[in-house]
Nanobody
Framework: DVQLQASGGGLVQPGGSLRLSCAAS????????IGWFRQAPGKERERISC????????SYGDSVKGRFTISRDNTKNTAYLQMDSLKLEDTAVYYC?????????????WGQGTLVTVSS
């Protein structure tokens, strides 16, 4: 079975940095796009970043552009989200996902979240 585990969250001050990790197992990692969502209490889930499989093209939500960087290490079956210049509004549970598309459609696996708290 496909399993994803997000880690690396914690408490940081505004302007600080964290690096989140998403470790995958049970899949051919190279074939999957990897992305990150976040959700704060009472707010809608927000897609913040995604990185494709082989060509490693990346995308970012407007709220994190210029501050967050997504990457992947296929030799370790792990993706990362480097978060810099953190703001109070970045406080949320961050979830990673892996997605593979074929002729039947998209197939997505979700990991459990890791909590990021930005506070002074």
């Amino acid at each position: 079975d496909v399993q994803l585990q997000a880690s690396g969250g914690g408490l940081v001050q505004p302007g600080g940095s964290l690096r989140l990790s998403c470790a995958a197992s049970g899949l051919t990692f190279d074939d999957y796009a990897i992305g990150w969502f976040r959700q704060a209490p009472g707010k809608e889930r927000e897609r913040i970043s995604c990185i494709s499989s082989y060509d490693r093209s990346v995308s970012y939500g407007d709220s994190v552009k210029g501050r967050f960087t997504i990457s992947r290490d296929n030799t370790k079956n792990t993706a990362y989200l480097q978060m810099d210049s953190l703001k109070l509004e970045d406080t949320a549970v961050y979830y990673c996902f892996a997605r593979y598309s074929d002729y039947t459609g998209d197939h997505t696996a979700w990991g459990q979240g890791t909590l990021v708290t930005v506070s002074s």
